[in-house]
Nanobody
């Protein structure tokens, strides 16, 4: 059974930075890919960034050069470093894990970018 715990959301000023964390209850060796998705008010959920077991990275065009996805195998945790944030980044961010046990979604953490 896969459990995910997200943290790091909050209120930040435009141009500021924030780091999201997602800790999994299963080992990295059992995970095919981990990633972050987001859903802004009134919009569809969209991919933000993913990282595979082999280290392959994928980013949405809107966040390339600003966001960085990474992982800590020992801590079973995936991170999303978000820099140069703007109001368009305001959304609920969801952690996603694809493992041998299936697909699991986190509960989501709210990121609000505002003055």
């Amino acid at each position: 059974q896969v459990q995910l715990v997200e943290s790091g959301g909050g209120l930040v000023q435009p141009g500021g930075s924030l780091r999201l964390s997602c800790a999994a209850s299963v080992s990295i060796s059992s995970i095919n890919a981990m990633g972050w998705y987001r859903q802004a008010p009134g919009k569809e959920r969209e991919l933000v960034a993913t990282i595979t077991s082999g280290g392959s990275l994928n980013y949405a065009d809107s966040v390339k050069g600003r966001f960085t996805i990474s992982r800590d195998n020992a801590k079973k945790t995936v991170y999303l470093q978000m820099n140069s944030l703007n109001p368009a980044d305001t959304a609920v961010y969801y952690c996603n894990v694809n493992s041998v046990y299936g697909i699991k979604w986190g509960k989501g953490t709210l990121v609000t970018v505002s003055s």
